[in-house]
């Protein structure tokens, strides 16, 4: 099945600096790969998604990069502000025996921006 | 409007005591999962819910562990017996349908055994 590495698994940044997390995904089936970022004490919440047909996705501060052939994806974060601070999951989902869209998760990227 | 909501929000149990946790997804929304995220780990899926469609009970860890979703709405994970290897956070979502739609998560339920 398939297989989700995530690094680095912390990030610590200054406030306005960019981060970037990335993700390898093992299965060259899979095309649908999205990003969640859960906050203390809360559930993962989607903040951007990214399909096998388009190598890049923005949406204001953050964007999504998608490199098919390498079998990599990557989470960019310009400006950060406090408010960033959270852990960041990757995901994939599509493979060649997913049925229904099972999203396998990385282990996640704990993000601490300093002022 | 209202999201998934779970509960309790906190759970202490005794090993070998059975526990359940309930679910209530988002109204309208069709599939519904749940997930197991112990301290600092990712999420490991456990179950998953499509309408009237046998659910996909592959993530489940053991067979100590079972979930009804009753009347295409609440669900309910039940633990028998529980470990102290089952202490972890219960995550559960839901989903407009099934498929690669954006899956909307309640808030946990942690459980501790003690």
């Known amino acids: 099945g398939e297989n989700v590495e995530q690094h680095p698994s912390t990030l610590s940044v200054q406030e306005g600096d960019s981060a970037v997390i990335k993700c390898t995904y093992s299965?060259?089936?899979?095309?649908?790969f999205p990003w969640y970022k859960q906050e203390l004490g809360k559930g993962p919440q989607l903040i951007i998604d990214?399909?096998?047909?388009?190598g890049e996705k923005k949406d204001q501060r953050i964007a999504v990069t998608l490199n098919k052939t390498a079998k990599h994806f990557s989470l960019h974060i310009t400006e950060t502000q406090p408010e960033d601070s959270a852990v960041y999951f990757c995901a994939a989902s599509g493979g060649e025996t997913d049925s229904w869209g099972k999203l396998q998760f990385g282990a996640g990227t704990q993000v601490v921006v300093t002022p | 409007g209202a999201g998934v909501s779970q509960s309790p929000s906190n759970k202490v149990t005794e090993k070998g005591k059975d526990v359940e946790l309930r679910c209530d997804p988002i109204s309208g929304h069709t599939a519904l999962y749940w997930y197991r995220q112990s301290l600092g780990q990712g999420l490991e899926f456990l179950i998953y819910?499509?309408?009237?469609?046998?659910?996909?009970k592959s993530g489940l860890p053991s067979d100590r562990f079972s979930a009804e979703r009753t009347g295409g709405s609440v669900s309910t994970l039940t633990i028998q017996r529980t470990q102290q290897e089952d202490s972890a956070v219960y995550l559960c979502?839901?989903?407009?349908?099934?498929?690669?739609?954006?899956?909307?998560f309640g808030p946990g339920t942690r459980l501790t055994v003690t």
């Open positions: 819910f499509q309408g009237n469609s046998a659910p996909d």
């Open positions: 299965d060259s089936a899979s095309n649908y």
């Open positions: 990214i399909r096998s047909n388009v």
């Open positions: 979502a839901s989903s407009l349908a099934g498929g690669q739609y954006e899956q909307y």
